[in-house]
């Protein structure tokens, strides 16, 4: 179990309201989610700057202290990854602290891969080299992360949703023959700073999309200098809603998204 939130705009927009100040920030669902339950095993806030990605992590919670509050303030950026981890595979240890990222991909994962020691052997096997030689933790999400990457090296034609679809689809397929009972968890989002893939599978996730800039109710002020020459599109994915719920839509379970050239969203089955 973990929780996550991303935002792709097309616009620098700043994110520390969703992160840090209203009521179901991403900091305040560290210390109990919706369902009661902490996400104190870490934290890690990603943007991008000069196209490249730019990560702080930490392995403690994200309500302890002001280390969190500072890193995502100060985020103001067209492309943020952000996650607040519980430990289920691997250790707390910054190595195992989400986001991960490889040149210039990031990627967070909220869930689990039962029999994840049977699971890894398949995916290692499947994995390129140089992936294989990138993964420096334990966490069953590293390694579905090189996974992922190491089939789009292959396939460099095929779309990512394709790829990502096709990626987390086998690896579910090869938990339910192990255990035909398991309930995988792949709630994920994999992105390069242009193109935002996400998943859903197993665990709660919802989307806003936005077509206009706004005054925020919780700061009172716009999060992003905006250019009036251009539309704002602005899509934001979490784990759970950061702000009032009934602007969030729910993604359906077993779904794969990706957040287009124009903001729009497409979604295909996983299953």
């Known amino acids: 179990m973990c929780r996550l939130y991303a935002l792709h705009a097309n ?47 930490q392995t403690w919670a994200a309500f302890h202290g002001e280390h969190f509050s500072r890193a995502a303030s100060r985020v103001y950026a067209r492309t943020v990854v952000a996650h607040v981890r519980r430990a289920t595979v691997g250790p707390t240890s910054i190595e195992n602290t989400h986001p991960f ?3 210039r991909w990031i ?44 089939e789009y090296q292959k396939h460099p034609d095929a779309q990512l949703l394709d790829t990502v679809r096709d990626g987390l689809a086998r690896i579910m397929r090869r938990v ?34 936005r077509d206009h800039a706004f005054e ?21 994915i979490a784990s759970e809603p950061v702000t009032r719920h009934d602007i969030w839509d729910e993604v359906p379970n077993a779904k794969v998204l990706r957040v287009n050239e124009d903001f729009s969203i497409d979604m295909r089955d996983l299953l």
């Not at 209203?22 to 196209?51: C, E």
């Not at 390069?192 to 919802?206: E, H, K, P, T």
């Open 11 to 57: 616009e620098p927009t700043r994110v520390e309201c969703g992160l840090i100040k209203s009521q179901n920030a991403l900091m305040a669902q560290s210390r109990s989610d919706a369902t009661g339950v902490m996400h104190g095993h870490g934290w890690g806030v990603a943007d991008y700057t000069d196209g490249l990605p730019a990560i702080e992590k």
């Open 101 to 103: 990222h490889y040149k």
């Open 107 to 150: 990627f967070a994962h909220n869930g689990t891969v039962p029999h994840f020691d049977e699971v890894r052997h398949d995916l290692l096997n499947a994995m390129d080299p140089v992936h294989r030689s990138q993964i420096k933790g334990q966490t069953d999400s590293e390694h579905v992360f090189h996974y992922l990457l190491s």
């Open 176 to 209: 339910l023959d192990i255990d035909p009972e398991a309930k995988p968890g792949l709630n994920i989002v994999l992105t390069d700073g242009d193109q935002l893939i996400a998943s859903r599978l197993n665990r709660s996730l919802v989307y806003l999309s």
């Open 216 to 236: 925020c109710p919780i700061c009172r002020k716009p999060h992003v200098h905006h250019d009036v020459r251009n539309s704002y599109r602005a899509v934001e």
